[in-house]
C-alpha cells in the first residue's frame, strides 16, 4: 500500500492502488507508517496526490504518524493534497498542525 522512495534523506511515501484513505485502508496503513517513523530522525513527507477522499479514520492515521515522528525526533509532512481534501484539513484546522506543501520539489 505504501510506496516509500529515499531522496537527500528524505523518505517520500505515496499511497498506491487507493484513491480513498478510510476505516478500510487506515490500520494497514498505520502500521507501515508506525514501522517507517518508529526509527529516530526519520523524515517522511507523505504524497497524497492521489487521494480523493479521506474519513475521520484516515485523518486519525495522519495524526497519528506525525505523534509517532514526533516521539522519535523525526518529521512528517505532506504534500500534493488535492482540493476536497485539503479543504477537510483546513475545515478541522489541521493545516496548522501538518506542515504541508504543494509537491515533493517544495521540500529541501
Known sequence: MLQV???DGVMFGVLAE???LTATVAPELKAELTSALSNNGVKMVLNLSNINFIDSTGIGTLISALKTARQHDGSFQLCSIKTDVLSLLKLMKL????DIFESEEQIA
Open 18 to 20: 487507493t484513491d480513498r
Open 95 to 98: 493545516d496548522k498542525v501538518f
Open 5 to 7: 522512495k529515499e531522496h
